[in-house]
């Protein structure tokens, strides 16, 4: 992997790029890799910012108070190592919470704007036992992860 250069590293962090792609390479409990992919992404979350949430803060179509709402349903519904990794971005960034919460949750945000303020939200897909095809208990978020679940 010749391609793959080191560009910052925070704490037990690393991040990489390789062309042009970044790769956050995190170690520690949830909050300590939050912080570290905070640190090392922080210049990277503020030009996102900057396009995503700054023209709709500049035109009142994103306020204060949608911030706080939508960081809250985040945060309050997630679950514990999310959180912990949440709390551990605010941290390593510097940022607020709401702005963390934000970004993360423009997506949402976005789909719910669009459809005339109807809930978009992420579907899951729970199996076990012989009903899944590679016979062993699986949860595959939308979002591609997949956990083994005992």
Avoid at 6 to 12: F, G, I, T
Avoid at 28 to 45: C, N, R
Avoid at 70 to 79: I, L, N
Wanted: charged share 20%; proline share 2%.
């Amino acid at each position: 992997m010749s391609d793959l250069n080191k560009v910052a590293e925070a704490n037990d962090g690393t991040l990489y790029d390789s062309n042009g792609f970044l790769i956050a390479v995190l170690s520690g409990s949830y909050h300590e890799m939050g912080a570290q992919y905070g640190a090392l992404m922080v210049e990277h979350m503020q030009k996102a910012h900057d396009v995503l949430i700054e023209p709709g803060r500049k035109s009142g179509a994103i306020t204060d108070n949608d911030a706080k709402k939508w960081t809250g349903r985040a945060v309050t519904t997630c679950s514990t190592r999310y959180r912990q990794f949440y709390n551990g971005v605010v941290e390593g960034s510097g940022w607020p919470i709401d702005k963390v919460g934000m970004l993360d949750q423009i997506n949402e945000f976005g789909l719910f704007q669009s459809k005339l303020h109807s809930f978009a939200g992420c579907t899951s897909i729970l199996s076990w036992g012989g009903a899944f095809r590679r016979r062993r208990d699986v949860h595959r978020p939308q979002h591609g992860l997949e956990f083994d679940v005992h």
